[in-house]
């Protein structure tokens, strides 16, 4: 097992790795910024290293600097968190080089599933349902018109080295299709190096539905359970929630198994997240998240598996542990995430300092926060405050409890988007499950 972990990364997420370790025994490096010198997360961990100026490009996402550190410091593996380094494979592979784990799947799986092109052909191979589209990336405009004509419009072309929904663009006649194509592969290789795009039949506001696996270095695979995520604003998410409330025992294991194929097909190893967009009953693969995600506490609540340490043990080369017959789940459990965002102001970012703090508490509720009184949200990174968490024995319980620890969330200084969830956990869409990705646009969401 490892003696030390570097955290390469900050707020909330390097606290909850370094609680990981603490309870494993494990010593714990933080790095930070200068934005980050006075920050929480850095008193969580047994030593701190300063890797450089504010801006993410200097510190967080500095590979070399953040090597160094972890070998100065004799630290034996880098968890790379999610965001900044967590899905960067040349950074997997200058650890591997150093001889220092990576605690996330390996450079090269890395590498194929950071191409979407590449995972749908993968995932066609494993017989699990993609969208209708092209095989390859999109050589030229013409024999492009001719698959989408095909396949009917609406149609999305997407760049296979895109993520959260960046290089997506949906194109609604053969008109429009030629200079949409220019400017996503312009776009793509600008934002991604890689013009690469293919196409895809739009599927209109589907829910999206994701499943949390785990693998170790032996082959074995586990799902644990699914999530959906469809309340979510200019691919931003904003609430989470396991299991989702139109999934059945049967889709869940439909899904699963889908999801433990395509990690076995190449050799998966850790935390991962296989993400569907389901539509009419019907359930489609759009890519796999090589990393541990934001939303993964719900999972943990309705699980009981603690995916940190399972993430740590499965890469110092220890078995799951489990099997699929130990997974269950038990009772719901959403997630709200609270960010320093201004709901009436077009949920435009309000950083700025905390004057007072208190996060809620009591029965089924788990706050993950990495600020306190005192402290200045800073505009170099996300506008997190938090992820409020909810657990109940069913979703009603869920929503009551969230409403409340919603009610009692003090935070004076900045402006937050409580107020949105407030108004979405008494709207009556929501109650009832009726969600998409369409969901705030469809409801009128007014912050309360
Ligand atoms: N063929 C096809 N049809 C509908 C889709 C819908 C989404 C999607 C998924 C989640 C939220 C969205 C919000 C607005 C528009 C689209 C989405 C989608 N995403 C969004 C980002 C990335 N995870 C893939 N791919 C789609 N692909
Ligand atoms: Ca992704």
Not at 182 to 190: D, F, I, K, P, V
Not at 369 to 374: E, I, Q, R, Y
Not at 388 to 410: F, H, P, Q, S, T
Request: charged letters at 25%; glycine letters at 8%; one cysteine or more.
């Amino acid at each position: 097992m490892f003696q030390k972990i570097l955290v390469a990364n900050r707020g909330e997420i390097a606290i909850r790795v370094m609680r990981a370790c603490r309870e494993m025994d494990i010593k714990t490096v933080a790095v930070y910024s200068d934005a980050d010198n006075k920050a929480l997360f850095a008193m969580y961990a047994d030593e701190a290293a300063y890797v450089g100026p504010a801006p993410a490009s200097q510190s967080y996402l500095n590979m070399e600097k953040i090597i160094e550190v972890a070998k100065q410091t004799g630290c034996d593996a880098v968890h790379p968190g999610y965001g900044f380094l967590s899905e960067n494979s040349k950074f997997a592979r200058r650890c591997a080089e150093e001889g220092i784990t990576f605690i996330g799947p390996s450079a090269d799986v890395i590498d194929k599933l950071g191409s979407k092109i590449e995972s749908r052909k993968i995932a066609k191979a494993a017989n699990i349902p993609t969208v209708p589209g092209t095989e390859d990336a999109v050589k030229d405009a013409d024999e492009a018109i001719l698959v989408a004509k095909d396949i009917g419009y609406p149609v999305l072309i997407k760049a296979s080295a895109g993520g959260g929904g960046i290089g997506m663009r949906v194109v609604n006649s053969e008109e429009e299709f030629k200079d949409a194509l220019e400017t996503t592969m312009r776009l793509a290789g600008s934002a991604f190096g890689d013009p690469s795009v293919f196409i895809e039949k739009y599927i209109l506001n589907p829910r999206h539905i994701e499943i949390q696996i785990m693998a170790d270095k032996f082959g074995n695979v586990i799902y644990l359970g699914d999530r959906e995520c469809s309340i979510q604003r200019r691919h931003q998410k904003l609430i989470e929630e396991a299991p989702s409330p139109i999934m059945t025992p049967e889709l869940r294991k439909e899904m699963g198994e889908a999801a433990i194929r395509a990690a076995k097909a190449v050799g998966y190893s850790n935390a991962g997240t296989v993400e569907f967009i389901f539509s009419n009953g019907k359930f489609y693969f759009l890519e796999v998240n090589t990393r541990l995600q934001v939303e993964h506490g719900i999972t943990e609540l309705i699980t009981g598996v603690d995916l940190v340490k399972a993430q740590i043990r499965v890469a110092a080369g220890f078995e799951l542990g489990m099997t699929q017959e130990d997974v269950s789940i038990r009772g719901h459990a959403i997630e709200c995430r609270i960010n320093a965002e201004d709901p009436l102001n077009d949920f435009a970012p309000s950083p700025g300092k905390i004057r007072r703090y208190r996060s809620s508490g009591g029965p089924g509720i788990r706050v993950d926060s990495g600020v306190h009184t005192g402290y200045t949200i800073s505009p170099y990174y996300d506008s997190m405050i938090s992820k409020l968490c909810a657990y109940g024995e069913d979703r009603d319980e869920a929503i009551a409890r969230m409403k409340r620890a919603l009610y009692e969330y003090v935070v004076i200084g900045v402006t937050t988007n409580i107020p949105f969830h407030k108004a979405v956990m008494e709207n009556e869409e929501f109650k009832k499950g009726n969600l998409s990705t369409r969901f705030i646009d469809d409801n009128n969401i007014v912050p309360a």
